[in-house]
């Protein structure tokens, strides 16, 4: 008996405003980026187009860093390639934890065989550095400091220059999530000493999601080429990824590149070099100045300390007697628009206002302090 065809017809998304966690707005430009004829990824011109990436991405990183390229897969994948390649088993691993994705690390660190060392910090806080130096004292045997500089899920930045100085210290490697920094805010990998470092294609560069720009050091590469058993992963594994992304000598075939993201993250970046990044930080920060005068207008009240507070990132704390779900769910409704709700322990608790990226504009801005005045009325 052959299966009936389903009567479904193209899909067809209804057009939002999104001002959550990531993704973020794509541009109209990135989107016609993509809808280019798809070609072969072994085809020169698209070889040329991979390195154009990979130049383009230096500069988001601010890295002169050789191993730079977008890792095909999700922020969690460029995640996973980082611990995957440079812990071992019974490698100490000190993992900085101060929200949802600091916890992820620590996952991540198990799965590999390395033992986790936490360094825990209430949820809305930066990583503390005190806490920091007290591990390593008591771990002088640690090899990689782990830490998230955006925790996107509390809107908190932790300072990377001051944790890569006490990794450098004590001898060890640091890898850094940048998933919600990189392009909103200043990830200088180069001057603070990053040696892995891991991100999205769908926040602050504001293509869609599906990659992960990743960049290693020299000290990086030499971990993983002294590796004493095999990168667990395959598709991770960055001694084989290189053969098609590291352009020396000929290209072999690892897996098929997403031909059309690449693209589209391609265009991102030109737009990102177009703009200018200290430009594109400037903007994130002027209109995170412009909602925070608006929020305070509506008496809504943020959860992170002004010092350590992300302007891409804004966690608000949900007024007393409002309706989680329901306010979220008319902004969604009557005006289209996506804020983020919380994660984990902030659930309920907290709203994550993104402006990323494209989404970090004057119009956005204002539409959003409308739509919420409205659904708080
Ligand atoms: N790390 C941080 C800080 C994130 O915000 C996210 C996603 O929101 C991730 C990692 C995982 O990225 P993805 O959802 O693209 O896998």
Same mark, same amino acid.
């Given at each position: 008996m052959p299966f009936t065809a389903p009567a479904i017809k193209s899909f067809q998304p209804p057009r939002r405003t999104l001002m959550g966690p990531g993704p973020?707005?794509?541009?109209?430009?990135?989107?016609?980026?993509?809808?280019?004829p798809t070609i072969g990824h072994l085809d020169p011109a698209f070889t040329d187009m991979m390195e154009e990436i990979k130049q383009l991405l230096r500069y988001a990183f601010q890295t002169g860093n050789k191993l730079t390229f977008p890792v095909s897969g999700p922020g969690s994948v460029g995640m996973e390639t980082c611990f995957?390649?440079?812990?071992?088993?019974?490698?100490?691993?000190?993992?900085?934890v101060n929200g949802v994705f600091g916890g992820r690390m620590?996952?991540?660190?198990?799965?590999?065989?390395?033992?986790?060392?936490?360094?825990?910090?209430?949820w809305g806080e930066p990583?503390?550095?005190?806490?920091?130096?007290?591990?390593?004292?008591?771990?002088?045997?640690a090899k990689v400091l782990a830490f998230v500089h955006a925790e996107t899920s509390t809107g908190a930045r932790s300072d990377a220059k001051a944790l890569a100085e006490?990794?450098?210290?004590? /001898?060890?490697?640091?890898?850094?999530?940048?998933?919600?920094?990189?392009?909103?805010?200043?990830?200088?990998?180069?001057?603070?000493?990053?040696?892995?470092?891991?991100?999205?294609?769908?926040?602050?560069?504001?293509?869609?999601?599906?990659?992960?720009p990743v960049t290693f050091s020299e000290r990086a590469i030499a971990k993983v080429q002294a590796r004493k058993t095999p990168v667990q992963s395959w598709f991770m594994d960055l001694n084989l990824v290189l053969g098609y992304w590291?352009?020396?000598?000929?290209?072999?075939?690892?897996?098929?590149?997403?031909?059309?993201?690449?693209?589209?993250?391609?265009?991102?970046?030109?737009?990102?070099?177009?703009? /200018?990044?200290?430009?594109?930080?400037?903007?994130?920060r002027a209109m995170h100045e412009r909602l925070k005068a608006g929020l305070a207008k509506l008496g809504l009240r943020f959860v992170v300390a002004e010092a350590a507070r992300l302007p891409q990132l804004n966690s608000l704390a949900i007024p007393a007697g409002i309706d989680d779900a329901a306010a979220r769910g008319r902004l969604l409704t009557e005006f289209n628009l996506e804020i983020g709700a919380g994660l984990g322990a902030l659930a309920g608790q907290?709203?994550?206002? /993104?402006?990323?990226g494209y989404s970090a504009k004057q119009a956005n801005v204002d539409y959003c302090l409308k739509a919420l005045e409205a659904v708080l009325a």
């Open positions: 973020s707005d794509v541009p109209q430009r990135i989107l016609d980026a993509m809808a280019r995957v390649n440079l812990v071992e088993p019974g490698d100490k691993v000190i993992v900085c620590v996952e991540n660190v198990k799965r590999t065989g390395g033992i986790p060392v936490l360094v825990e910090d209430a990583v503390s550095l005190n806490k920091v130096a007290d591990a390593f004292a008591a771990n002088p045997d006490l990794a450098r210290k004590h /001898g060890a490697l640091t890898i850094m999530d940048c998933v919600t920094s990189l392009g909103g805010i200043p990830v200088l990998i180069d001057a603070w000493g990053i040696d892995a470092a891991y991100s999205g294609s769908q926040k602050c560069l504001s293509c869609t999601p599906g990659l992960a590291s352009g020396e000598g000929r290209r072999t075939y690892h897996h098929t590149a997403p031909i059309n993201p690449l693209y589209g993250l391609h265009e991102a970046l030109v737009m990102l070099a177009e703009e /200018g990044i200290e430009n594109a930080w400037a903007r994130h907290i709203w994550r206002i /993104g402006l990323m």
